[in-house]
């Protein structure tokens, strides 16, 4: 993310500091009057205000990932611990602007093809670059639906969090566990890893007829391996 993007997301974060003080209505020349420039450069870089607040939830989520990433030892870490510090990371950076959050989360966030959600897939896709994450789960859970549903179950989390009430937050902190474990439990199966090698060899024992499908052969590998013992 460019210096000057950043400056217009942090100045707008920053008209969000309470309940009290957070405007009912942003211009384009609002937010660039916060961050110090004109109104002709922050159209430049963006197409408005909805596009700044949209994007405000992207410097979030790099924000989290970075943290996450200084950790000591973060890359050596399972599947399950690197997506539960990036979400509790996550959670912080809302918690640290929650007047933010609370007033523009459903209306900038919340929808599927949002910015927001586009952040959260990139970076749960380079998380799952994790040890203990067969090849198969990984080709699995980036596949659009999959994609799709495991940041919509972030989302949704979130949802809960902003309107939990409990002491600490202790509900939805349990829910956080409870869905992280869950996609752990999917990311680390060896089902798919054992189910692709079963189609494999079905294929190449040719007792399935789907290994004449050249697309299937390509996923399944052979034809590299066709064309390495041709070489």
Not at 49 to 73: F, I, M, N, T, W
Not at 101 to 117: D, I, K, L, W
Not at 168 to 186: F, G, N, Y
Request: net charge negative.
């Amino acid at each position: 993310m460019e210096e000057l993007d950043r400056q217009i997301l942090i100045a707008a974060l920053s008209l969000f500091r309470s309940d009290d003080s957070a405007p009912t209505l942003l211009t384009a020349s609002d937010l660039a009057t916060a961050a110090g420039i004109t109104e002709d450069q922050l159209l430049d870089r963006f197409q408005g205000a909805g596009h700044v607040l949209s994007a405000c939830y992207v410097l979030l989520v790099d924000e989290a990932e970075q943290k996450a990433r200084a950790l000591p030892g973060f890359e050596l870490l399972a599947f399950e611990e690197r997506m539960a510090t990036f979400v509790f990371l996550l959670l912080d950076e809302f918690e640290s602007n929650e007047a933010f959050v609370r007033r523009t989360f459903s209306a900038r966030a919340a929808g599927a093809f949002s910015p927001f959600q586009g952040a959260l897939r990139a970076v749960l896709a380079d998380i799952m670059n994790a040890a203990d994450v067969f090849s198969a789960n990984r080709a699995f859970l980036g596949a659009p639906p999959v994609s799709f549903a495991m940041s919509e179950s972030v989302v949704q989390v979130v949802d809960r969090w902003l309107s939990d009430e409990s002491t600490d937050r202790q509900r939805s902190t349990a829910l956080i566990d409870r869905v992280v474990s869950w996609w752990a439990a999917v990311a680390t199966s060896d089902i798919a890893e054992k189910s692709v090698d079963l189609v494999r060899y079905g294929v190449e024992a040719g007792y399935l007829p789907i290994g004449k499908i050249p697309i299937v052969r390509d996923w399944l590998g052979l034809s590299r391996r066709e064309e390495g013992s041709e070489a």
